[in-house]
């Protein structure tokens, strides 16, 4: 768009999208972001993700940076959990450079692992520079379970505590 005779850029996301996002892993083990996803990323520069398990049980999705500093957390509890967590964590972890569709190539283990390719996922953007992946079958799972809960009076409760 052009105003007054010079280009205007869109504003910068501030924040991370909200809201789970549906997208697909291809058969090639390319995880597409959503545009809002890719966008709030690039705005901030970030291309570089580490996209690991530390548990064996989720899959997630890094900045580079956020993963360094976990890697540094991990060096100075110099412990067994410490090294236990970032083990796994290196054995399925993969540094990946997000090419300019929003796409990330996922390691081949780590599909393997959970079953990724051609998945429907969801993606839970965090401002902390982690990105949850939820495959979309897990995601109905706990989707039913909250359901039970708000059937439960899990609303109600929060609201006697200031939810709105």
Do not use: C
Request: aromatic share 6%.
């Amino acid at each position: 768009m052009v105003e007054n005779g010079s280009n205007s850029q869109s504003p910068k996301a501030l924040h991370p999208p909200l809201g789970l996002l549906p997208t697909k892993i291809d058969d090639r083990g390319r995880l597409k972001f959503p545009a809002e996803a890719r966008d709030f990323y690039l705005d901030q520069g970030i291309k570089e993700f580490f996209i690991t398990t530390t548990n064996e049980k989720s899959v997630d999705i890094y900045t580079l940076q956020r993963w360094y500093d976990n890697l540094a957390i991990l060096e100075n509890e110099n412990d067994e959990d410490a090294a236990a967590i970032e083990l796994i964590a290196k054995t399925y972890g993969s540094k990946v450079v997000m090419d300019d569709q929003g796409r990330l190539v996922i390691d081949k283990s780590l599909r393997d692992m959970f079953g990724l390719d051609g998945a429907e996922v969801r993606l839970s953007v965090t401002g902390i520079g982690v990105v949850r992946l939820i495959k979309s079958d897990e995601h109905q799972r706990s989707l039913q379970s909250a359901r039970e809960r708000l059937a439960a009076g899990a609303l109600r409760d929060k609201k006697t505590k200031g939810f709105i």
